[in-house]
Nanobody, 124 residues
């Protein structure tokens, strides 16, 4: 089972940018679909973005379309989430997850691995 470690969170002002990374522990990372999710205080975890194993299929939540970009570098076993034009409502703990397909990322019981999360705080 691939282990995932997120990094890159921090505190940024409204309109600022951050780039999150999700490092996988083994070569099977390249065969997994990768998703990013977030959970704000007092709210349920929600889907943000997903990317297929070869990187050709993208999905984004409507709330982040045009502002966030998901990508991956399988040679480094790493996925990324570029966050631009950040808003206070983007404040949350961001998690990456791995599954056999982007479809499986939408069923929690079908997700193979979760990272520990990285905090993103957007100040107004």
């Amino acid at each position: 089972q691939v282990q995932l470690v997120e990094s890159g969170g921090g505190v940024v002002q409204t309109g600022g940018s951050l780039k999150l990374s999700c490092k996988g522990s083994e070569q099977t990372f390249s065969t997994k679909a990768i998703g990013w999710f977030r959970q704000a205080p007092g709210k349920e975890r929600e889907f943000v973005a997903a990317l297929s194993p070869p990187g050709g299929t993208f999905r984004y939540a409507d709330s982040v379309k045009g502002r966030f970009t998901i990508s991956r570098d399988n040679s480094k076993n790493t996925a990324y989430l570029q966050l631009n034009s950040l808003k206070p409502e983007d404040t949350a703990v961001y998690y990456c997850a791995a599954a056999i397909s982007t479809y499986n990322l939408f069923a929690s019981e079908s997700i193979d691995s979760w990272g520990q999360g990285t905090q993103v705080t957007v100040s107004s």
